[in-house]
């Protein structure tokens, strides 16, 4: 069999054309993966928009370094679209996004979104949507959603904001499910001490263990259980500004 020297030029031409053809399925991949994220926000915030406003209580369980908590008892209230308040018994530390809506602040800005592969758990296929604030001043800087295509419902949240990071797990049971509220939510957190409220910190410094870490992030789980919904029942305006009578 007799070898031909090949043309250099053709052996250019050849890399260049495959080199084109890869970038193109590359580039056009990415776009599905974008276009399929955009998808399922949209599908996921399209069931969430049938939630007009609840209110719900809570059961509130914090477990932070150095310090005994007591357990609180609170009241949660929302009316769409961004209205929201906390009364509660006594005190309870909570992450801002860790109750009632957490998505609301992820979901409702302007963002890009992003396939970032799927997952197993607890049995249910999930898929992770990494979703990226495009406002430069966000105090979210990047949070990833794991999602069940098929019921539209959130498993796990983990986000990471200018003051710390908070790994958000739900549970679901019916009938609330259906509008994407949880029956219980397990939120992780890292916080440096100056996010703190100055009760806490003042606490801190009481304590002969914490005054060698007052440097360090404090670490902290806060275990919420939802109970006695009341869904789209008409909540009048002022329940987000009127006084409390202790």
């Excluded at 050849?14 to 080199?19: A, D, F, G, R, T």
């Excluded at 580039?27 to 609840?54: G, P, R, Y």
């Excluded at 029956?183 to 890292?190: E, L």
């Amino acid at each position: 069999m007799n070898n031909y020297p090949q043309n250099p030029i053709r052996v250019l031409l050849s890399v260049c054309l495959l080199s084109i053809v890869l970038y193109t399925f590359s580039s056009i991949a990415q776009e599905n993966k974008t276009t399929d994220a955009e998808q399922l926000v949209s599908a996921l915030k399209k069931k969430l928009s049938a939630i007009k406003d609840f209110q719900v209580d809570l059961g509130i369980t914090i477990e932070l370094e150095y310090l005994n908590i007591p357990d609180a008892k609170a009241q949660y209230f929302f009316k769409a679209p961004n209205k929201s308040r906390i009364i509660s018994e006594g005190f309870g530390l909570l992450p801002k996004q860790g109750i009632g809506l957490p998505t609301n602040d992820i979901l409702n800005v302007a963002h890009t979104a992003l396939i970032s592969g799927t997952e197993v758990y607890e049995g249910k296929k999930l898929t992770k949507v990494k979703i990226i604030p495009t406002d430069e001043s966000s105090d979210i800087i990047l949070s990833t959603l794991w999602i069940e295509e098929k019921s539209l419902l959130i498993y796990k949240i983990s986000t990471s904001t200018r003051k710390g990071t908070l790994d958000m797990v739900f549970s679901y049971a019916t009938p609330e499910q259906k509008y994407g509220l949880p029956k219980s939510t397990i939120v992780q957190f890292v916080l440096p001490q100056f996010a703190l409220p100055k009760s806490l910190t003042g606490d801190l410094q009481k304590n002969n263990r914490a005054q060698k870490d007052m440097k360090k992030d404090v670490k902290g789980k806060a275990i919420v259980k939802y109970s006695n919904y009341k869904i789209n029942k008409g909540l009048r305006d002022d329940v987000f500004t009127e006084k409390i009578n202790n």
